[in-house]
């Protein structure tokens, strides 16, 4: 009679421990992952819930057709829509090579004073390589096609 009892407590207190441990393994993931939770935005959300100027966060849509202005030296004005907002960015530095109206692009940088301030652009000419969070946003505002296969 002593011995399941002493069975069925070790058996509770390994329940226990490996509930702590789950618990506690969470708690850490989730803390090294808080930078990394938020870090895409669309434009409707940024306009929704704009983000502190020293966040960064990665921005994605298209870039609006007639919006790109190549300014003085190398900084590049140019706008980015989901279809339901449109928010300014600027850039200094080399556009990629597929950067073009009307395409899918990625911005990192930070939300300054009403204007997206991108330390880095990323740009596909394929709309099959857009990133999945792009075309969720796209889609969320009725603008996305999808591609002809």
Partial sequence: MAMTGLK????IQIVALATVALA???????????????LFR???????EPP??????????????????????EVIRFSVTDGGA????????????????????????????GVFEASEILAKHD???MPKEVVDALKAQGVYQEPDA
């Fill in 8 to 11: 069925k407590k070790r058996r």
């Fill in 24 to 38: 506690l393994s969470t708690a850490l993931i989730g803390y090294a992952m808080r930078d990394g939770i938020n």
């Fill in 42 to 48: 669309a434009p409707s959300q940024i306009i929704a």
């Fill in 52 to 73: 502190q100027p020293n966040e960064v966060f990665r921005i994605g849509g298209l870039v609006e057709e007639g919006s790109i202005q190549r300014g003085v030296g």
């Fill in 86 to 113: 449109s928010i300014p960015v600027t850039y200094t530095g080399v556009l990629p090579d597929l950067f073009e109206e009307n395409q899918g692009m990625v911005g990192q940088g930070k939300f300054i004073n």
């Fill in 127 to 129: 709309e099959t390589y």
